[in-house]
Nanobody
Framework: VQLVESGGGSVRAGGSLTLYCAAS?????MAWFRQAPGKKREGVAV????????VYDDAVQGRFTISHDTAENTVYLEMNTLIPDDSGTYIC??????????????????WGQGTQVTVS
């Protein structure tokens, strides 16, 4: 199983970025987490493609949009109105379908390597 992220970069506050996570197969639950230096990994957004359901952390609600391309087994994270606190390594996670504890890192068995986002 592979999850490969891309799309990170540096952007000024107020700008936008779109992240990509290509999976080697379909997963019924895919999520984006982020981790800043010295801080815990935190959940940002999760999508359940078969249920057409997505959930967002309060910190990004209204600014970020998660979406999924089933044909490509790819999940996207469109990030708008970025602020410096959005900086960090963004990491894709995937596992079986479960609505319980979407922000619990222990709930995901599969992780990507991450892509860096810097907002200045």
């Amino acid at each position: 199983v592979q999850l490969v992220e891309s799309g990170g970069g540096s952007v000024r506050a107020g700008g936008s970025l779109t992240l990509y996570c290509a999976a080697s197969r379909f997963f019924p639950c895919m999520a984006w987490f982020r981790q800043a230096p010295g801080k815990k990994r935190e959940g940002v957004a999760v999508i359940y493609p078969e249920a057409n359901l997505s959930v967002y952390d309060d910190a990004v609600q209204g600014r970020f949009t998660i979406s999924h391309d089933t044909a490509e087994n790819t999940v996207y994270l469109e990030m708008n109105t970025l602020i410096p606190d959005d900086s960090g390594t963004y990491i894709c996670a995937a596992d079986l379908f479960s609505l319980a504890s979407p922000w619990n890192v222990g709930r995901y068995r599969y992780w990507g390597q991450g892509t860096q986002v810097t907002v200045s």
